[in-house]
């Protein structure tokens, strides 16, 4: 009859909306990350410590969720955050998030992990949400990754690493190298290559002669 709604579109919007919580939720996760380097800077060690710690506990919950046995707060906060590729097995994006950090600031001077947590913060965790937001054009081969989420990483990344060095032609290339990495269809790894690789990379930018520029 005129004027009622279809159930089935009803259906894919309430899936949509999910989608876009889920995926707002778990990307907050990303951007509240932006905040390591700064505690790194106050308190290097018992920092990394910590993120220890909640990478073990973190771990530890998700074997016990498996087996259905549920530990308070984690699990729900978990639950709330998995995306449909990651129901009913070990949801591994956390994990690799805080091993790119750790990975970061173990390996690299404290100014250069942090454009590479950065980039992982904002550029891969923005680029995401404004692709299920506004992405229309999909990538070949990226796995449904689109042209606006790709466009956000770079962007993101680019106004970061501009922040942390006042230098545009740095900026511009970390920032590509980014988008680059965020496009692969490398799932929940990205996590892990993004903060060691682009804080390399800025590194051996900085050392180089195109920090005259």
């Not at 965790?125 to 081969?141: E, H, N, V």
């Amino acid at each position: 009859m005129p004027g009622q709604r279809n159930p089935v579109y009803g259906i894919v919007q309430r899936q949509r909306l999910n989608a876009i919580f889920k995926e707002l939720f778990r990307k907050s996760i990303h951007i509240c990350s932006s905040f390591i380097p700064f505690f790194l800077k106050l308190a290097y060690w018992p920092v990394i410590g910590l993120l220890v710690f909640a990478l073990i506990i973190y771990s530890v919950s998700e074997i016990l969720r498996s087996k259905n046995i549920e530990i308070p707060l984690i699990s729900k906060v978990t639950e709330i955050a998995a995306r449909k590729r990651d129901e009913n097995r070990f949801v591994l994006g956390p994990v690799t998030l805080v091993c790119g950090i750790i990975a970061a600031a173990l390996l690299l001077p404290l100014d250069c992990a942090r454009v590479g947590i950065f980039a992982l913060a904002f550029g891969d965790g923005l680029a995401s949400l404004m692709g299920k937001l506004f992405g229309k054009i999909t990538i070949p081969g990226a796995h449904g990754k689109t042209a606006a989420g790709s466009l956000t990483c770079f962007f993101a990344v680019f106004i970061t690493t501009f922040c942390c060095c006042q230098n545009t032609l740095i900026s511009l290339i970390v920032a590509l190298c980014a988008m680059f990495i965020e496009i692969l269809p490398l799932a929940d790894f990205d996590n892990l290559i993004i903060p060691p690789a682009i804080g390399l990379l800025f590194s051996l930018l900085s050392a180089g002669t195109l920090v005259s520029g």
